[in-house]
């Protein structure tokens, strides 16, 4: 797989992940805000913390796959610009 194609595919996925984030935050914050289990909005609160909870899991592994990824422009790019100080 190109590398091009791979950082794409990488960007599309965390983009998903945190849409799936923000909207299952926003059922989970304005739609069931109960602490309790009432409530349904198409799905059960629980089912919404579920899928916010694993979500974030999945999300934050990725951004990890990411920043190792792209270590070596980190690197370079945070040499260079403190190098220009």
């Given amino acids: 797989m190109r590398k091009t194609t791979r950082n794409y595919l990488i960007a599309m996925v965390m983009a998903l992940l945190a849409l799936v984030q923000a909207v299952s ?3 989970l914050w304005l739609a069931l805000p109960s602490g309790g289990r009432g409530g ?14 694993r979500a ?6 990725i ?4 920043i190792i ?12 610009y403190f190098s220009r100080s």
């Fill in 69 to 80: 990824l792209h270590w070596d422009w980190i690197v370079r790019t945070t040499k260079s």
């Fill in 40 to 53: 349904t909005f198409l799905f059960s609160r629980d089912v919404w913390l579920t899928i916010h909870n």
């Fill in 56 to 61: 974030a899991l999945v999300l934050a592994a």
């Fill in 63 to 66: 951004v990890v796959v990411h």
């Fill in 25 to 27: 935050g926003f059922v």
